[in-house]
Structures are given as structure tokens and as C-alpha cells.
């Protein structure tokens, strides 16, 4: 059962899973030690576990759930306004601006790519990630069909499902290849045929 934290106690967690998602980021998963957290964020051992008793393992699966909550944090407030072709394609910028800056260096997949992280928890974060994403985007294809800027038949949950795989396979190609064509690829080509069924005046 989860331990109600007050105002101060919330602040003081967050900053922790902020300075062990940056001292991750600056060495890899697998070079951070606790001790470097400790010392990044000027927290003592007893404070650590206090927050964290069951030690390491659970401070990634909240590090993992910081980055799952930023990769979508990073394209607002693009995402949350997919209310007409200009704002789908500053979108679709956005989401390549951000993961030409990410590079072949991914936190999220690092911190649940470890063989031990592969549980319930490391699971629960993913697809609670790729539902935010998917009902977001779905949500702009709705408000489109609303104003007759993509047809009405399309079915939009999987219209959704089919961008979000796409950014998905371009992100893994990304990370194998160091080259962002098939992202793009994947959003272009999604995208023009969302507006290619769209009624005309």
C-alpha cells in the first residue's frame, strides 16, 4: 500500500527521482549508484529509503515513470491541441525536434530494457505511456472529423494506434541506426493520409 506523503515529503521524492533521472542520463542505468544520487541531491542514506525501502530498483521504476511522464511533458502544448493541420504538423516538428536532441541514447528504454525491470511495474509504465499518447492523438483526429478536416469514417482509436506504432518503429530505428528518416517517414505518410479523405469544400 502506497504511504500518503505530505506536501514537503512529495517535493522532497520528487527531487530525488529528478536528480537520479539526471545522473542517468549524464552516465547510463548501469554506472549510477545510489551514493550518486545521495550526493546530487543532498538527500542522506535514511532519507532515501524512506522514500525508496525497497532501494535501487524501485528509485529506477519511478525514474522510469519521471521519463515515461516527460516523453509526453516534451510535446505539449502541441499534443494537447490537435485542432488543425498547422498544429499537427508543429506537432510532428516537435516530436522530431525532440528526439534528434534525444538521440541513439534512450532513458526510458535503458531503465526498462534491464532484465529485472521487466515486470508488472516496468510493464504497467509502458502502456499506461503508450494509452496517454494513443488517447491523445485520437482526440485530435476526433476534433478533425468534427470539422470536416478528415473523413468521419475513419475510425479514430485506430487510426491512433496505427500513428503511435509508427512513431514507435521510427523511435527503435532511431536508436539502432542514429538516423531520424524513418520517424519521419512514418509521420508524414500517417498524417497525409488522414488528410487525404478529408471533405472538400
Known sequence: MTRALTRKGEATRARIVAGAAAEIRERGVD??????????TGTSKGQLFHYFPEGKEELLLAVAQHEADQVLIDQEPMLSNLTSWPAWLAWRDRLIERYLAQGVRCPLNGLLGQAGRRGPGAQAVVTGLMWRWQKAIAEGIRHMQSTGDIASEVDADRAAAALLAGIQGGVLLLLTTGKIDHLEAALDLTIDSLRAGARTA
Open 31 to 40: 554506472e549510477v549508484r545510489l551514493e550518486d544520487v545521495m550526493a546530487r
